[in-house]
């Protein structure tokens, strides 16, 4: 039989099969993973292969993880030089930011974009608290509106307190397998709860203290929201990892560099101090935004650092 992970608890998984039917799972013995170093050797979202085991406690033995079309992966807290995966087989990515209470930096919001365009996934940014937003940060929010737009991505502009870009939000969800990700605080679990009515998310306030989120969720959970609508609600993340590629990939995963590839003078130029990078001279005429350069020569320089 085969299912897809909803849902890990230590040791034991939570499997739903495409007939609707639920079973707690477990490994025994270990999988062999090529490639990647991981924290956790199943992820949710991840398409399993299994034997039952007691039919009276619907659990199961899970033999085998099968191919996995794409996945999104962070970090470990816990051992360095591993990647902890986040989830996998996701037809969308939506990165949940907020520009005060708490603020989102762009570099974490490209560092998201890098990882999601390694696999192509298609990613939404959502940009949450508008109500709380004053003339000024509204222009900030309709410039970074534009340049993301003309990347490719998709943009919204979301309040949970008047509502505004909920249908949107919601709609954007439709009949696809969505990851949310986003720091703690950003609004994850309230926009889902207000897009999915009886979805009834656990949340929690930002902290007057630190202006910071608190973590509400603690481990990766797939929803069914729909007939064939899920949502994969996130702890809120610190730091996304670029765990799964070389530092000469990453202006790859920038569209617009993407696009100027093979226009410099040099073959292997890094893009950082080449004379005649075309890179950097769209740069100096504002035809690369500086900030999104910014984070890219930051990603670049922290694989110096390795």
């Known amino acids: 039989m085969t299912g897809t992970v909803t849902k890990s608890t230590g040791s034991w998984y939570h499997i739903l099969t495409a007939e609707g039917d639920t079973f707690l799972g477990r490994l025994r013995g270990k999988i062999r993973l090529q490639g990647l170093k991981v924290t956790n050797p199943i992820a949710v ?13 619907n659990t199961v033995t899970i033999t085998e993880i099968l191919p996995r079309d794409n996945y999104v ?15 996998s087989n996701i037809d969308q990515a939506v990165i949940i930011a907020t520009l005060r209470m708490p603020r989102t930096s ?6 998201c974009l890098v990882t ?10 959502v940009f949450n608290k508008a109500d709380l937003l004053k003339e000024k940060e509204l ?3 309709e410039d970074l509106r534009e340049l993301y ?16 870009g909920i249908e949107e939000f919601k709609a954007s969800l439709e009949g696809k397998i969505s990851l949310l990700t986003g720091h703690s605080g950003a609004g994850k679990s309230t926009l889902s709860n207000q897009a999915i009515p009886g979805l009834e998310l656990h949340t929690k306030d930002v902290s007057k203290w630190s202006k910071k989120g608190q973590h509400t969720t603690t481990h990766a959970e797939m929803h069914r929201a729909g007939e064939s609508t899920f ?11 670029l765990m799964d590629m070389e530092k ?13 590839l093979n226009q410099c003078k040099f073959a292997n130029c890094t893009h950082m101090h080449e004379p005649q990078c075309a890179v950097i001279e769209a740069v100096e005429n504002g035809e690369i935004a500086l900030s999104r350069y910014t984070n890219y020569m930051g990603m670049v320089e922290e694989y110096d650092f390795k």
């Open 149 to 164: 737009i003309s990347l490719g991505y998709g943009f919204l502009l979301t309040s949970c307190e008047t509502g505004q």
């Open 106 to 111: 762009l570099g974490f919001i490209d560092r």
């Open 73 to 87: 992966v962070r970090k470990s807290t816990r051992k360095t030089a591993h990647a902890h995966i986040v989830a």
């Open 45 to 57: 979202g991840d398409k399993v292969a299994f034997d039952l085991e007691n039919e009276d406690e």
């Open 248 to 260: 000469a990939e990453i202006s790859h995963y920038f569209p617009e560099m993407r696009d100027l």
């Open 231 to 241: 949502v994969i609600d996130t702890p809120g993340i610190k730091e996304v990892g």
């Open 116 to 125: 999601t365009e390694s696999f192509r996934i298609p990613t939404t940014i």
């Open 139 to 141: 222009e900030i929010i």
